[in-house]
């Protein structure tokens, strides 16, 4: 995957070696270039692919919150789940979020999107599957980006402690099935999207219950509060 303008952050690198220099990863390089030289256009960009690992180094990671596709829609996407550009209308889904947020923590919705905040802080903020065709959404499903963030997150098990998975929606709880519970702290509801945030996502309260674990173990508190500018 070492493509033009592809950046990742050095503590990664090297844990996710042996990844790199896998078949199913020279076949997925070889993929998205394919698709690029069909005229399709790729989102997030080159540069961002790995952008929830970059901001998030391994041995700072605090919080893992798991996504599934990148958003399809043109200037969306830069590599964090849930998280949009500066500018970008915030998300359905982000909107629901931020609501939990407001009731769980009395602090007011951002005016934007944009996450990047969460993951200076050691939330890693990571989608299953890293990039997606404009307008299609899904359509990189099944390339091997799923076996290469299943990596991400067993590294994170196996090398990290006292770390909080938010899993939010059957997707993500299958993904993570495998985290060690004895040394990690999983909390489970369901999806925040609006067809399923009033089935247990809401009053779900997982922004105090992460940093209260968080505070019980000697780890420094999230601050989940936006800043207003971006």
Known sequence: ???????????????????????????????????????????????????????????????????????????????????????????????????????????????????????????LLLNSVLTVEEGKAAAHQGQGWEKFTDAVIRTVNDECDGVVFILWGSYAQKKAAFVDQERHLVLKSAHPSPLSAHNGFLGSRPFSKTNEYLLSIGKDPVDWQLPDSV
Not at 10 to 23: C, H, N, Q, R, V
Not at 92 to 121: C, R
Request: net charge negative; glycine share 8%.
């Open 1 to 123: 995957m070492a493509d033009t303008g592809i950046r990742l952050e050095e503590t990664w690198k090297l844990a996710l070696e042996e990844e790199f220099g896998s078949a199913y990863m020279a076949d997925l390089k070889q993929f998205l270039v394919a698709e690029k030289q069909a005229g399709k256009r790729i989102f997030p960009k080159g540069s961002e692919y790995f952008r929830a690992l970059d901001l998030t180094p391994l041995d700072e990671v605090k919080v893992v919150i798991l996504g599934q596709d990148p958003y399809h829609g043109a200037g969306q996407a830069h590599g964090l789940c849930f998280s949009v550009k500066p500018g970008v209308r915030t998300p359905p889904s982000l909107v629901n979020i931020y609501k939990e947020m407001q009731a769980d923590l009395d602090t007011p919705p951002a005016k934007h999107g944009f996450l990047e905040h969460w993951a200076e802080q050691g939330v």
